[in-house]
């Protein structure tokens, strides 16, 4: 019955986030009807005792890599930065190479760290010109977004500042670059893939004279003043150099490992957060005159990285109830018999967690606050470099994450004004199938030694 209960709780998390219930309801209310029950302790010691120290700890390590980097995604929006690189890009490919240009630049700008839902709104209207110029049918315009925006750029690419990058740095302690070469094959991967796999969609599409489509409600915009594409690239630029510079120079020196030993040691998030802080305080002073009004900007920035990180701190306090729980050592000790090479453990357990969430950050931090500790263990016994469990976990979160219940991809399609009926079964492919392909590949590289 435990067992049963606890299923079912992840079932009714998938489902009533698939119809819009707001996790920071649903997760601690699922979380306290578990303990219910199971009867393992009160309900309210679950949802204070519980729940909340969990969903704290998460805040106090990540917050200020949320905080900084929804505020940077902010003002690169508003200054016209994001604009300016994503027509840019479109222009140097030309109509011919669309699809290629959409997913590469946003997953530039992805990778530069502006925030996902940022760079949808900033490379729609350039694509949907693009598309409409090349008569592509727009319902594969979703898919090019999605490909460039949640998947290599996000999980796979070494580097990226993408929070996600930085959830298991605590208790692996790697860094953002962490398994560069398994990273980058797995990223060319799904690029590629992707591209490939639109491509040949699309032009059978056309071959049957299916053009762009009738789009009355469509309102885009891409003309107006942008800044010159150097001075868009700059903050960018500047994230990377210092994110580098920082994590593989100073914080690895040996005067800065002895400056914060006594504090606990060097945390893997500050040369993130040292880096976005920068580009923000550059961004405000070198677009002063394009960002009308800077402090409504940077509240708003602010203001909007709080829903994610709670939205995500929810979800790891209702794994810390679970955790609790007598039942969850079965459970874990039948993840961590899933047959084959630890690997596949680790990314089975991860995308799993990451579909039923409908999340990535969300699986990927709910698999750390479950069984990091047991990954760890798992890599030190079998000589595995935990840089590339790191990888390899959450390049997995990004496999199931997009599920239909992912919000994520009902902010994408209602931005794009399409459904799911149109154009979700390109999105799965190059967001879930493509991911998990590539994963998979990856994953017998590492176990064969071959990265």
Known sequence: MDIIAVVLSLVLLMYFAYRGVTVLVLAPLLAMGTVFVTGDFPMLVAWTGKFMPAAANYIQTYFPVFLTGAIFGKLMGASGCARSIARFISEKFGKERAIAAVIIATGLLVY?????????????????????????????????????????????????????????????????????????????????????????????????????????????????????????????????????????????????????????????????????????VLLLVVFRKRIAEPNQEVFDGAVGGLLPIFNTASEVGYGGVIKSLAVFAGIKAAIMAIPGPPLVVVAVSTTLLAGIIGSSSGGTALAVEALGPDFLALATANGIDPGVIHRIMIMAAGGLDTLPHCGAVITLLAVTKLNHKQSYFDIAICTMAIPLIATTVVIVLATLGVV
């Not at 796979?156 to 996600?164: E, V």
């Not at 969609?201 to 004279?209: E, F, L, V």
């Open 112 to 280: 530069g760290g502006v925030s996902l839902f940022v760079v949808v709104f900033a490379i729609y209207p350039i694509g949907a010109s693009l598309f409409r110029e090349a008569t592509i049918p727009k319902r594969f315009l979703p898919a090019a977004i999605a490909a460039g925006a949640f998947t290599f750029a996000m999980t796979a690419i070494p580097g990226t500042p993408q929070y996600i990058n930085t959830i298991p740095i605590p208790v692996f302690g790697t860094d953002i670059y962490a398994a560069p070469m398994i990273g980058l094959i797995g990223a060319a991967l799904m690029c590629i893939g992707s591209i490939a796999w639109l491509n040949l969609r699309s032009s059978k599409a056309m071959a049957k004279g299916e053009g762009y489509g009738d789009h009355p409600d469509e309102n885009i915009r891409i003309d107006g003043d942008v800044p010159a594409v150097w001075l868009a690239f700059l903050p960018i630029v500047l994230v990377f150099i210092i994110n580098f510079v920082l994590t593989n120079g100073y914080f690895k020196s040996e005067a800065a490992v002895e400056r914060y030993a006594s504090f606990g040691g060097i945390n893997g998030i500050w040369s993130v957060v040292v880096a976005l802080s920068v580009a923000i």
